[in-house]
């Protein structure tokens, strides 16, 4: 079989089952398992497979026919313009984790001196690595109750060369110590919500949902910020929009005050 045919059969299974991204998921798949990039397959469709690789392709499409996340077959995901290991054990990155990322740009746009941040629930490391990358005056700490998550987000740490030092740790319970910056991607999805991906079953539950209409997590880690944010300091929140108005409810019991709402990122100032 050449390439040509293999991807016209890949794309149309996988459009059969509703994959709005069919043709794009069958070539990363094909470009990914002949570790070439896309443009190569697009010169050369007419030649054949090896037998092999056809094997490798095969086993990868049925994967993703079973809604398996195209970043969890491939192994990585791109984050902020920067490549990423992942397994199962950590949350794939996305797009709107971003707005952390661009919101801690502005807030940091005019400093010079040494600053601490603390993510918090790292998993990939996506968000303390390229904090630290983007701002290296920043002593960056990320940290996970995962193992597993900090063994990937280390690897991406060394891989990236960032210099960020991580730990085991529950939210904020085994800190001690002034935080200038704290950024958090905890689970804040209700299992009672409807129309998820189907791919969402395949990620880390610990990393996706939490209780009390998905907030369990962050109200914990209200007041163990306020606890340990230097005065002015910052809490950089990644939540669905519709939670921020309860969250910053919350919040103000620990005198922690609203200052930006950027997309799905809430920023919370400590008085």
Known sequence: MNISTWLKNAAK??????????????????SHTLRKPRTFLHAHLDDELDPRRHEIANARLQLRSERVPLAYITGHKEFYGRTFKVSPATLIPRPESESLIETLLALTASEIAPKTLVDVGTGSGALAITAKLERPHLHVTASDISQKALAIATENAQKLGADVHFRTMNLLNE??????????????????????????RHEPPEALYADEGGLKLI??????????????????LEADPTQFAAITQKAAQYKLAPTTQNDYCLVLQKQ
């Open 13 to 30: 299974q996988l459009k059969d089952i509703g994959i709005s991204t069919a043709r794009l998921d069958a070539e990363l798949i094909l």
């Open 219 to 236: 109200y914990k880690l209200l007041p163990q910020a306020a606890r340990w944010l230097a005065n002015d300091g910052f809490l950089l």
């Open 175 to 200: 800190h001690a110590g002034t935080i200038d910056y704290i950024i958090a991607n905890l689970p804040y999805v209700d299992k009672t919500w409807g129309d998820t991906s189907p791919e969402l």
